[in-house]
């Protein structure tokens, strides 16, 4: 999930979007915490974005590991992965991130040595 644009409203106006995102920032750092997952110096991921419902079959086959080229933007999925798993991104020097069409979505991450860039 993409960060959204948040104002100092959002505190007590509790939007849908801006919960939608907290939840999501929480799950990942459930995830992270059950499976001792830390995010080092280098990131290098898949997002893997969800097919709509509400797409034929057919389609759905056809889209099926193709790159996502729509919203939400890769940077700010990128945003949003780094909100959650670490409280200063400044560290960072190094990203590789793609988003591709999946039936489920989820975040898959690569070690540079097993990670063909293409």
Avoid at 57 to 67: P, R
Avoid at 75 to 101: F, Q, R
């Amino acid at each position: 999930m993409a960060k959204p644009r948040m104002t100092q409203a959002d505190s007590w106006k509790k939007r849908p979007i801006v919960l939608k995102y907290w939840d999501y920032k929480h799950d990942i750092k459930e995830w992270a915490f059950k499976n001792d997952f830390k995010l080092g110096n280098e990131i290098y991921c898949y997002f893997h974005i969800p097919m709509p419902k509400s797409w034929s079959v057919k389609k759905k086959q056809e889209m099926l590991g193709k790159n996502h080229q729509q919203r939400p933007d890769i940077d700010n999925l990128l945003k949003g992965l780094m909100d959650a798993l670490l409280e200063e991104d400044s560290h960072i020097h190094t990203v590789y991130a793609k988003k591709i069409w999946s039936d489920k979505g989820c975040i898959e991450f690569y070690n540079l040595t097993n990670l063909a860039l293409s």
